[in-house]
T-cell receptor, first 115, second 114 residues
């Protein structure tokens, strides 16, 4: 079955540590996204990538980094510079034609807790 | 920037009734308005979308309306069932402005009471 796989599902981190969240898709989608979700908040965009070896900052990129070396993979690193990293992280991907709708397929999410 | 408003209070509804959710936005109308369902601890799942030149769209027990004059979309779940209990997110999609990002509302929780 095609889809998006995020790992780990749950992750605990000590303050000052960097952690990397994995996101892999086998949908042959061009664009991939990372969102953060906090209780009572909407989805906030961290980074997105429309093509391999290229990515753009979203609305809350500070303290995060990404890479897009392969079409299938878009890992997110939460660095120690992120002041409040405890959150639910969602990866998504999409294929769309020019001017077409941007329908997202989401992964199951990764819940990061900083101890 | 675009502001999207969904009711922050949960909608409690009796099984079999129609649940109606509202999504309001402030600025330019999107080319597409999308609705997603999210269950606790899971990623959102796409339900349906409506184009700016469409007034209404249906999919099984779901119906979406789009009024660009009011800058509002309504999402209806008819003959609601307990399995419909979830949070529903609206999202604005405006690819023609070169914007490859969706703007999401905070979501509106629905609780269907048996």
């Amino acid at each position: 079955d095609g889809g998006i796989t995020q790992s780990p599902k749950y992750l605990f981190r000590k303050e000052g540590q960097n952690v990397t969240l994995s996101c892999e898709q086998n949908l042959n989608h061009d664009a991939m996204y990372w969102y953060r979700q906090d209780p009572g908040q909407g989805l906030r965009l961290i980074y997105y990538s429309q093509i391999v070896n290229d990515f753009q900052k979203g609305d809350i990129a500070e303290g995060y980094s990404v890479s897009r070396e392969k079409k299938e993979s878009f890992p997110l690193t939460v660095t120690s510079a992120q002041k409040n990293p405890t959150a639910f992280y969602l990866c998504a991907s999409t294929w769309r034609s020019a001017g077409g709708a941007n329908v997202l397929t989401f992964g199951a999410g990764s819940r990061l807790t900083v101890l | 920037s675009q502001k999207i408003e969904q009711n922050s209070e949960a909608l409690n509804i009796q099984e079999g009734k129609t649940a109606t959710l509202t999504c309001n936005y402030t600025n330019y109308s999107p080319a597409y308005l999308q609705w997603y369902r999210q269950d606790p601890g899971r990623g959102p799942v796409f339900l349906l979308l409506i184009r700016e030149n469409e007034k209404e769209k249906r999919k099984e027990r779901l119906k979406v309306t789009f009024d660009t004059t009011l800058k509002q979309s309504l999402f209806h779940i008819t003959a609601s069932q307990p399995a419909d209990s979830a949070t529903y997110l609206c999202a604005l999609d405006t690819p023609r402005y070169g914007n490859n990002r969706l703007a999401f509302g905070k979501g509106n929780q629905v609780v269907v009471i048996p």
